[in-house]
C-alpha cells in the first residue's frame, strides 16, 4: 500500500483539525503534517530530507499568503513538483486565473461541515492520485 505524506498550512487552528481529521479518517495510510504558517512549511521543506507528496494551502493567511507559498515552492527546484491545492471560503476569478498558471495546483473551496471536509479530501484524493 502506497504512503502518502500531506503536508496542510492554515493559520486557522480549526480548519487545520478539522482537514487533518477528514484525511486521517479516509487515508489511514497517510502521514499528515500540519503547519499554521506558510514560513513553517517552507522552513521544514528545507530541512527535511522526505517531502510531501501533496501540500494543502490556506488562501488567506497573515505574512505569506496561499499564493505567495505556491510561488515560492514552483520557484524552488526542490519543491517544484509537489503536488499544491489551494483552498479558500469563496471562489475567486483572479486567484483561479494565478493558479492556472502554476503547475500541478488545484484550488476549491472550503467545506462547511465536516461530513463535507471527509468529501473534499476523498475527492483531492482521487483527483489527485487516481484512487
Same mark, same amino acid.
Given at each position: 500500500?502506497?504512503?502518502?505524506?500531506?503536508?496542510?498550512?492554515?493559520?486557522?487552528?480549526?480548519?487545520?483539525?478539522?482537514?487533518?481529521?477528514a484525511f486521517r479518517e479516509s487515508?489511514?495510510?497517510?502521514?499528515?503534517?500540519?503547519?499554521?504558517?506558510?514560513?513553517?512549511?517552507?522552513?521544514?521543506?528545507? =530541512?527535511?530530507? @522526505?517531502? #510531501?507528496? &501533496?501540500a494543502i494551502t490556506d488562501l488567506?493567511?497573515?505574512?505569506?499568503?496561499? *499564493?505567495?507559498?505556491?510561488?515560492?515552492?514552483?520557484?524552488?527546484?526542490?519543491?517544484?513538483?509537489?503536488?499544491?491545492?489551494?483552498?479558500? =471560503?469563496?471562489? @475567486?476569478? #483572479?486567484? &483561479?486565473?494565478?493558479?492556472?498558471?502554476f503547475k500541478n495546483v488545484n484550488?476549491? *473551496?472550503?467545506?462547511?461541515?465536516?461530513?463535507?471536509?471527509?468529501?473534499?479530501?476523498?475527492?483531492?484524493?482521487?483527483?489527485?492520485?487516481?484512487?
Amino acid at each position: 500500500m502506497k504512503q502518502y505524506t500531506i503536508a496542510i498550512i492554515d493559520d486557522d487552528q480549526d480548519d487545520l483539525a478539522i482537514l487533518s481529521s477528514a484525511f486521517r479518517e479516509s487515508y489511514e495510510n497517510a502521514a499528515i503534517l500540519t503547519f499554521s504558517s506558510g514560513n513553517a512549511f517552507l522552513e521544514f521543506v528545507q =530541512t527535511t530530507p @522526505n517531502l #510531501p507528496n &501533496l501540500a494543502i494551502t490556506d488562501l488567506y493567511m497573515p505574512m505569506i499568503d496561499g *499564493l505567495e507559498l505556491i510561488a515560492a515552492m514552483k520557484d524552488n527546484p526542490r519543491t517544484e513538483d509537489v503536488k499544491v491545492i489551494l483552498l479558500s =471560503t469563496f471562489l @475567486n476569478q #483572479p486567484v &483561479l486565473a494565478h493558479v492556472a498558471a502554476f503547475k500541478n495546483v488545484n484550488y476549491y *473551496l472550503k467545506p462547511n461541515s465536516y461530513t463535507d471536509y471527509v468529501a473534499l479530501a476523498n475527492k483531492i484524493m482521487k483527483t489527485i492520485y487516481a484512487l
